[in-house]
């Protein structure tokens, strides 16, 4: 092997800080983020034929949305890293669900990325959970770039939905294209800095690239295919917005105040072929990252990253359980000795992988920006900063306080073993937390969750991947409390009639509320009573 001196090795750190893009796709439910990731893929060339997400028979489910119960439901369930090369850059796309159920990990994700795609459905506009992404990205100043997509169906007018970007997020909307024509009649878009037309045409159900043809706007072929009145008013139109349009600024982007945007159709390939140019041109590389009071300068020599996600079962064939980490400064090697600040000790990184959605690929090493899995025996955890050098803690990652809560039974007594596996598997993903009544002399498992439909999604992967039937049925408790160490007698408090006693894994006591009110109420009655809101 080659020997590199101290210098060589950091211009090769810095070039390769410099070609990493690493970027969410963010939105509420169905604006079509899978969608578009299919198909931004398919112009990255990253894949030769993108599938459709509500997979027809025969045909392929969608890259990112590997998961059994996300190709059977055409939705996005947890976050998907993608890594590929385009253009000299390495790329690190993450795909997440935009279901406020999975929001915990759409969260975390963002904790992680250097830009974020934002994604609107031109006929809804801004969305209740696209709002709530987008203050996420402002606690870090996440730049940003929103894609106005389905514009091949009956949407908003333009001008209105740029308005709604300003008034509701606060955040400049800047058009770097136009689009020709709205539903039925889109036919393409204008580039406002080329001051050319770019026209898409159709290709079989959407799954290759749409042919382009470049034009000039006053080209008589615009007026033949939109016929003289609409071709006079997109003049116009385009006239009155270059003219008094929001600027695209560099540097207001990535300050996260302006947002370039774009318009097209992720399922029709049109203008998605700009809009991959400009996310290449635009996205940032790496930058500092914080740790409390200080920020890790990516080019550092010391290495460190932050582990953000865990998922088990993600390939059949071997059924283990991966870390997903995003590097933040230097360089990751294999059988490299790190220290993980949680343990305080120094592990082994023994196996490391770069991820193309369900598909993996052992890697040797790894830069800033980077999203690698690592093996886990049960080392790692949500929130843990790996470093080599001097000790470094990165902010802890968003936790959600579960508002749903359920019993979970074990159909086939005869796979207790499996069952509990499972359980504690999916416990260790931070989508669930499981709870056992004190009261109760079967130890039949308490589910807490943000949102219900993480109980679907357990059901549906003890059975997949661990062969387990289970039934779940809903308890009336919707916030769990622990006691701080200062406790009154336990019998002198005076409980409010519904809430229960439970105990958590680690064996700490747990009371389960079935409102907010009643919790209230409950500390107004035994005011010497401390709960804190985590175990
Ligand atoms: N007409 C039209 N439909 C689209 C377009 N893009 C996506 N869709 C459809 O919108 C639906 C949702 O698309 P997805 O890509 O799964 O949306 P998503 O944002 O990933 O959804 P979640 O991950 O579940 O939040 C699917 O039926 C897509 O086929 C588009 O440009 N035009
Ligand atoms: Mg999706």
């Not at 060589?8 to 893009?21: A, G, H, N, P």
Request: with cysteine; proline share 6%.
């Amino acid at each position: 092997m080659a020997q590199y001196t101290a210098n060589t090795t950091q211009k090769d750190l810095d070039y390769e800080v410099s070609r990493r893009r690493t970027f969410a796709i963010i939105s509420h439910p169905d604006a079509g983020k899978t969608t578009l990731t299919e198909k931004l893929l398919l112009y990255a060339g990253a894949v030769g034929m993108a599938g459709s997400v509500r997979a027809r028979k025969n045909q392929r489910s969608a890259t990112s949305d590997w998961m059994e119960m996300e190709q059977q439901r055409g939705i996005s369930i947890t976050t998907a890293a993608l890594q590929f090369d385009c253009q000299g850059c390495r790329i690190n796309l993450l795909d997440t669900p935009g279901h406020q159920d999975f929001s915990e990990d759409t969260y975390r994700t963002l904790m992680v990325t250097d830009s974020a795609v934002m994604v609107l459905d031109a006929a809804k506009g801004i969305e209740s959970q696209t709002k709530k992404l987008f203050q996420v990205c402002r606690l870090r100043n996440t730049p940003i770039l929103t894609f106005i997509n389905k514009l091949d169906r009956p949407g908003r007018e333009p001008l209105e939905l740029l308005e709604e970007i300003e008034q509701v997020m606060g955040i400049s909307p800047a058009p770097i294209n136009w689009p020709i024509g709205n539903g039925p009649t889109f036919k393409g878009v204008y580039d406002l800095a080329s001051k050319s037309v770019l026209l898409f045409e159709r290709t079989e159900h959407g799954r290759y690239r749409a042919p382009v043809r470049v034009h000039g706007l006053n080209d008589q072929v615009l007026t033949a295919l939109l016929g003289r009145d609409e071709h006079a008013a997109l003049i116009e139109e385009i006239e009155l917005i270059s003219a008094v349009g929001t600027k695209f600024n560099r540097d207001e982007f990535l300050a996260g105040l302006a947002t370039p945007v774009f318009f097209g159709s992720a399922s029709n390939n049109f203008g998605l072929e700009p809009f991959w140019q400009a996310l290449i041109e635009l996205a940032p590389p790496p930058g500092p990252y914080a740790a409390g009071p200080n920020s890790i300068e990516p080019n550092s020599p010391e290495f460190s990253g932050l582990i953000f996600k865990i998922q088990a079962n993600m390939d059949p064939q071997h059924r283990d359980q991966v870390a997903f980490l995003r590097v933040c400064s230097g360089r990751l090697e294999k059988d490299m000795q790190v220290h993980n600040a949680r343990l305080g000790r120094k592990l082994r990184i023994a196996r490391a992988y770069r991820f193309f959605a369900g598909e993996r690929e052992p890697v040797d090493e790894a830069y800033p920006g980077d999203v690698v899995g690592l093996a886990n025996p049960g080392v790692f955890s949500i929130g843990d900063t790996l470093y080599t050098g001097r000790a470094v803690a990165f902010n802890t990652m968003p936790r959600f306080q579960p508002e749903h809560f359920c019993l979970l039974q074990n159909s086939d007594i005869g796979k207790y073993k499996q069952f509990n596996k499972g359980l504690e598997q999916l416990e260790k993903e931070g989508a669930i937390q499981v709870f056992f009544f004190s009261d109760s002399l079967r130890k039949e498992p308490v589910l807490a969750a943000v949102g219900e439909l993480q109980f679907e999604v357990v059901t549906a992967r003890l059975r997949a991947e661990y062969g387990v039937e289970t039934t779940v049925s809903k308890l009336p408790f919707a916030c769990a409390r622990w006691f701080e160490a200062e406790q009154p007698d336990r019998a002198e408090i005076i409980w409010p009639s519904r809430c229960k006693l439970a105990e958590d894994r680690q064996g700490q006591p747990v009371v389960l509320f079935s409102s907010e009110w009643e919790l209230n109420y409950c500390r107004e009655k035994n005011p010497r009573l401390a709960l804190r809101e985590w175990g």
